[in-house]
């Protein structure tokens, strides 16, 4: 079973502030991880994903998350936050075992990005 | 990219009728596609798994015979909400997978958002 956990439903940072969105995942196979970013009405935008490469991800938009086993945590930080940063994250887990047969992607709960000016 | 496009965008409609959304893969074939529903503020949750040219398999919960949904082709997968109600109103998000590729990625269409009035 697979599942993710996102601390925090709403985080606020002023503008070029540090941005840490918080996620830890469960799962009894090794994971692929996402973040992905969702605009008002909009569907979701990939933001980076670990796919058991390097555990240090980098995405667009300046984003970066890191992969920790030991804390089975996927963690997404941005060094300065920009006011168009200010959208909806959600963290997500797939079973890498899955991968050429189609993945159930778990989805967290989300987190409310508000960027202060 | 892989582009994945839903259509209608929005569509407001009356209790009791029913609703087809469509969702299309634009530039790749789609072996698999996934349908989730997102009630305002809230996660996506998977509703269903639809695999080209068989039944789809539905998530515990999501009646089957309320949400019909046809993969009749590699590019079109459509989700018909049948005599629907206000508590079916909602975000309506589709992903397509590839075996080809990116085996890990979905890639997510715009999203409908269904009003049942």
Same mark, same amino acid.
């Given at each position: 079973?697979?599942?993710?956990?996102?601390?925090?439903?709403?985080?606020?940072?002023?503008?070029?502030?540090?941005?840490?969105?918080?996620?830890?995942?469960?799962?009894?196979?090794?994971?692929?991880?996402?973040?992905?970013?969702?605009?008002?009405?909009?569907?979701?935008?990939?933001?980076?994903?670990?796919?058991?490469?390097?555990?240090l991800?980098?995405?667009?938009?300046?984003?970066?998350?890191e992969?920790?086993?030991?804390?089975?945590?996927?963690?997404?930080?941005?060094?300065?936050?920009?006011?168009s940063?200010?959208?909806?994250?959600?963290?997500?887990?797939?079973?890498?075992?899955?991968?050429?047969?189609g993945?159930?992607?778990?989805?967290?709960?989300?987190t409310?990005?508000?960027?202060?000016? | 990219?892989?582009?994945?496009?839903?259509?209608?965008?929005?569509?407001?409609?009356?209790?009791?009728?029913?609703?087809?959304?469509?969702?299309?893969?634009?530039?790749?074939?789609?072996?698999?596609?996934?349908?989730?529903?997102?009630?305002?503020?809230?996660?996506?949750?998977?509703?269903?798994?639809?695999?080209?040219?068989?039944?789809?398999?539905y998530?515990?919960?999501? +009646?089957?015979?309320? %949400?019909? *949904?046809?993969? @009749?082709?590699?590019?079109?997968?459509? #989700?018909?909400?049948t005599?629907?109600? !206000? +508590?079916?109103?909602? %975000?309506? *998000?589709?992903? @397509?997978?590839?075996?080809?590729?990116? #085996?890990?990625?979905?890639?997510f269409? !715009?999203?409908t958002?269904?009003?049942?009035?």
């Open positions: 079973a697979q599942s993710v956990t996102q601390l925090g439903s709403h985080v606020s940072v002023s503008e070029g502030a540090l941005v840490l969105l918080r996620c830890n995942y469960s799962s009894s196979v090794p994971p692929y991880l996402f973040w992905y970013v969702q605009y008002p009405n909009q569907g979701l935008q990939l933001l980076l994903k670990y796919t058991s490469a390097a555990t991800v980098k995405g667009i938009n300046g984003f970066e998350a992969f920790k086993k030991s804390e089975t945590s996927f963690h997404l930080t941005k060094p300065s936050a920009h006011m940063d200010a959208a909806e994250y959600f963290c997500a887990v797939s079973d890498s075992s899955k991968a050429n047969t993945n159930q992607f778990y989805f967290g709960t989300g409310s990005l508000t960027v202060i000016p | 990219g892989a582009v994945v496009s839903q259509h209608p965008s929005r569509v407001i409609c009356k209790s009791g009728t029913s609703v087809k959304i469509e969702c299309r893969s634009l530039d790749f074939q789609a072996t698999t596609m996934f349908w989730y529903r997102q009630f305002p503020k809230q996660s996506l949750m998977l509703m269903a798994t639809s695999n080209e040219g068989s039944k789809a398999t998530e515990q919960g999501v +009646e089957k015979d309320k %949400f019909l *949904i046809n993969h @009749a082709s590699l590019t079109l997968s459509t #989700l018909t909400v005599s629907a109600h !206000p +508590e079916d109103s909602s %975000f309506y *998000i589709c992903s @397509a997978f590839s075996d080809r590729g990116r #085996l890990y990625e979905q890639y269409g !715009p999203g958002r269904l009003t049942v009035t």
